[in-house]
T-cell receptor
């Protein structure tokens, strides 16, 4: 079946602009995760959802970052007043539940470049 | 706080040689451990995971890893490298007390030489 999809695959924006990154999880998966991967580093956790609610948003770096999942499926990561330091690959993952041993299935990522 | 250390940011082996990628974790309680592989321009793919069952875990593509509590290690091995194994490999942990977030190491880039 279809895997996790993310759009756009690449996004170039200017400093100070607003961006939205979209994630379509695997159908039926109730848990959804966002991670950020900077060049040469491993992914870092941002936030995860169980259903429509954010179960843990402690990884969001500051209040410019916000994520929603209004219907418990598609999620949007929103970044206000982008800064050059926000440039990274933003990864989305989903899993059937939020069990600690459940496999997280990753999408291909959105590469964000802030000029 | 838990952390993961991957020794060697770059590992180079010859085709047919043993692959050994090292991962150590720091945790007072043994966590759940994962190895993911990332091919260029693709998403992370799970190779294998340790979830408190057998300490020797077999994964896809001929990879396996052994959980050693005394050494706080979870090294990834493959007896014979193939050209298609060239990729970046990430070790990750989940601590049950910290929810289901993955904490990743910095990754090891594996190069396979003909």
């Amino acid at each position: 079946g279809a895997g996790v999809s993310q759009t756009p695959s690449n996004k170039v924006t200017e400093k100070g602009k607003y961006v939205e990154l979209r994630c379509d999880p695997i159908s039926g998966h109730t848990a959804l995760y966002w991670y950020r991967q900077s060049l040469g580093q491993g992914p870092e956790f941002l936030i995860y959802f169980q259903g429509t609610g954010a179960a843990d948003d402690s990884g969001l770096p500051n209040d410019r970052f916000f994520a929603v999942r209004p219907e418990g499926s598609v999620s949007t990561l929103k970044i206000q007043r982008t800064e050059r330091g926000d440039s990274a690959v933003y990864l989305c993952a989903s899993s059937p539940r939020t069990g600690t041993t459940d496999t997280q299935y990753f999408g291909p990522g959105t590469r964000l470049t802030v000029l | 706080a838990q952390s993961v250390t991957q020794l060697g940011s770059h590992v180079s082996v010859s085709e047919g040689a043993l692959v050994l990628l090292r991962c150590n974790y720091s945790s007072s309680v043994p966590p759940y451990l994962f190895w993911y592989v990332q091919y260029p321009n693709q998403g992370l793919q799970l190779l294998l995971k340790y979830t408190s069952a057998a300490t020797l875990v077999k994964g896809i593509n001929g990879f396996e890893a052994e959980f050693k509590k005394s050494e706080t290690s979870f090294h990834l091995t493959k007896p014979s490298a193939h050209m298609s194994d060239a990729a970046e490999y990430f070790c990750a942990v989940i601590q049950e007390t910290s929810g289901s977030r993955l904490t990743f190491g910095e990754g090891t880039q594996l190069t396979v030489n003909p």
